[in-house]
């Protein structure tokens, strides 16, 4: 599955086995930043009706970004412009 530019089986994996990722962005909320990437989180609605029913999905992915303590979390589906998310070599 392809979300916001980043497949999310693969970041996903990244996370389950305990590697953090870097996520560098250059635009919007943001500005320039990079901060690391410790988690995620995976939100489902169903929408319709009947057997016209349809499981959507939302990933979430737990940033720490310097600026607060707790944890927040990022939609990178909603995210505009040039970022790059990085995995550490291992």
């Known amino acids: 599955m392809l979300i916001g530019g980043v497949y999310v089986n693969v970041y996903k994996n990244e996370i389950d086995n305990g590697w ?9 909320t943001y500005g320039a ?19 016209f029913k349809e499981k959507k999905y939302k990933n979430l992915a737990e940033i720490r ?14 995210y505009t412009g040039f970022a790059a998310l990085v995995n550490i070599s291992h």
């Open 20 to 28: 953090p990722l870097m996520w560098s962005t250059s635009t919007n």
């Open 65 to 78: 970004d310097g600026w607060v303590e707790n944890p927040r979390y990022f939609d990178f589906s909603a």
């Open 33 to 51: 930043h990079t901060m690391a990437v410790a988690g995620y989180r995976i939100y489902s609605k169903e929408e319709g009706w009947w057997i």
